[in-house]
T-cell receptor, first 113, second 113 residues
Framework: DAGITQSPRHKVTETGTPVTLRCHQT?????MYWYRQDPGHGLRLIHYSYGVKDTDKGEVSDGYSVSRSKTEDFLLTLESATSSQTSVYFCAIRTGTDLYEQYFGPGTRLTVT | GNSVTQMEGPVTLSEEAFLTINCTYT??????LFWYVQYPGEGLQLLLKATKADDKGSNKGFEATYRKETTSFHLEKGSVQVSDSAVYFC????????????FGQGTRLTINP
């Protein structure tokens, strides 16, 4: 168990409001990732982080920003939520010695009305 | 570009049936290949992996062989159980940009007793 939690687990918000999702890990892993999961698309990378204050964009980063001020926390912010951002959001951390092995959190289901 | 294509779901089988879920990929270079599994209400878990051509990954009775000549990584199990019901994702790992994973769209598997 890599000790990764996400909060909130469920959220309903209105179009145009800001939303922040939190990913927390307990084992000081360097790499953290945010994905969204949508039917027919699998998981798509939004942003990732390779250290404190070091972040980069993934393939679907428009409309999202991230911050990592501490090793253990990686925040995903929707500055002005839109209905197209209704999705399930997963945080992941890179664990172990394998370059690509990622451990996923339980997910946050976000609904934008 | 880099992409993963999985067989369309959903797939429904009877207990003890033989399972194959097809996965093919397009990638530059020599990616690592993965199968992840998502049980209802949970995040993704790594099921098995292969890091080079002709490697066979195996776990929990599931197997997949990295076939470079056919760019495939098909998932197989000889005798499925009801507890195998889940969504299965094929993914490739890229060295570019902090070891990203590229996922297929997922295949939902239901096993009936």
């Amino acid at each position: 168990d890599a000790g990764i939690t996400q909060s909130p687990r469920h959220k309903v918000t209105e179009t145009g409001t800001p939303v922040t999702l939190r990913c927390h890990q307990t084992e000081n892993h360097r790499y953290m990732y945010w994905y969204r999961q949508d039917p027919g698309h699998g998981l798509r990378l939004i942003h990732y982080s390779y250290g404190v204050k070091d972040t980069d964009k993934g393939e679907v980063s428009d409309g999202y920003s991230v911050s990592r001020s501490k090793t253990e926390d990686f925040l995903l912010t929707l500055e002005s939520a839109t209905s197209s951002q209704t999705s399930v959001y997963f945080c992941a951390i890179r664990t172990g010695t394998d370059l690509y092995e990622q451990y996923f959190g339980p997910g946050t289901r976000l609904t934008v009305t | 570009g880099n992409s993963v294509t999985q067989m369309e779901g959903p797939v429904t089988l009877s207990e003890e049936a033989f399972l194959t879920i097809n996965c093919t990929y397009t990638a530059t270079g020599y990616p690592s290949l993965f199968w992840y599994v998502q049980y209802p209400g949970e995040g993704l878990q790594l099921l098995l992996k292969a890091t080079k051509a002709d490697d066979k990954g195996s776990n929990k009775g599931f197997e997949a062989t990295y076939r470079k000549e056919t760019t495939s990584f098909h998932l197989e199990k000889g005798s499925v159980q009801v507890s195998d019901s889940a969504v299965y994702f094929c993914a490739l790992g890229l060295i570019q940009g902090a070891q990203k994973l590229v996922f297929g769209q997922g295949t939902r598997l239901t096993i009936n007793p």
